[in-house]
């Protein structure tokens, strides 16, 4: 069965304080990892999408990695509009994997001023 | 371009009634999934559909079902409700060629009293 977790739960910053995101996984064959942002009461923002391992992705102060175990959301000087919550999930491959995304429990990013 | 619609975007039923969730995906998008998130389970995969066809299902019982139309716009229903039906209802679309990025509506909040 595929599982992906993350950590921390959640992590308080202070604006410009860099820090990183952990998402374990466990899944039969990676076909994608996504990195998804959840502000409250909203549905999942699609931020990116790795593929094989060591392949890196950026976006303004966020930058995500990936080896064959985990992936890493590295967000740089953060500012308090990057408060929200942070979703990992994978997509296994071969047929039973259609349209399923294993979601992680998702870590809840604080930046204070 | 506009994105995934979902209606209504509040639900209050009781015990023992059906309930039924629209999904509007981004124009061009023929997959649409179906995801339940609770604060204690997260984001959980319901099932998929792809030209009026489901894809694939999670491990929901059979109250939980859904359809697509030949416009891939899809809906989702939940027979005979438990109060641990009450959750966000969130729908996505996909494009095969973007490699299966799902791109995420605001969600249905579905309260059962």
């Known amino acids: 069965e595929d599982q992906v977790t993350q950590s921390p739960e959640a992590l308080r910053l202070q604006e410009g304080e860099s820090s990183s995101l952990n998402c374990s996984y466990t899944?039969?064959?990676?076909?994608?990892l996504f990195w998804y942002r959840q502000d409250p009461g909203k549905g999942p923002e699609f931020l990116f999408t790795?593929?094989?391992a060591g392949e890196e992705k950026e976006k303004e102060r966020l930058k995500a990695t990936l080896t064959k175990k985990e992936s890493f959301l590295h967000i740089t000087a953060p500012k308090p509009e990057d408060s929200a919550t942070y979703l990992c999930?994978?997509?296994?491959?071969?047929?039973?994997?259609?349209?399923?995304?294993?979601f992680g429990q998702g870590t809840i990013l604080t930046v204070h001023p | 371009k506009a994105g995934v619609t979902q209606t209504p975007r509040y639900l209050i039923k009781t015990r023992g009634q059906q309930v039924t969730l629209s999904c509007s995906p981004i124009?061009?998008?023929?997959?649409v999934s179906w995801y339940q998130q609770t604060p204690g389970q997260g984001l959980q995969f319901l099932f998929e559909?792809?030209?009026?066809?489901?894809?694939n299902k999670g491990n929901f019982p059979g109250r939980f079902s859904g359809r697509q139309f030949s416009n891939s716009r899809s809906e989702m229903n939940v027979s005979t409700l438990e109060l641990g039906d009450s959750a966000l209802y969130l729908c996505?679309?996909?494009?095969?060629?973007?490699?299966?990025?799902?791109?995420f509506g605001a969600g249905t909040r579905l309260s059962v009293l």
């Open positions: 996505a679309s996909s494009l095969v060629a973007q490699k299966n990025i799902q791109y």
């Open positions: 899944v039969s064959g990676l076909r994608g």
């Open positions: 790795l593929y094989s």
């Open positions: 999930a994978v997509q296994a491959g071969g047929g039973t994997s259609y349209g399923k995304l294993t």
């Open positions: 124009s061009g998008h023929r997959s």
């Open positions: 559909y792809f030209s009026e066809t489901q894809r």
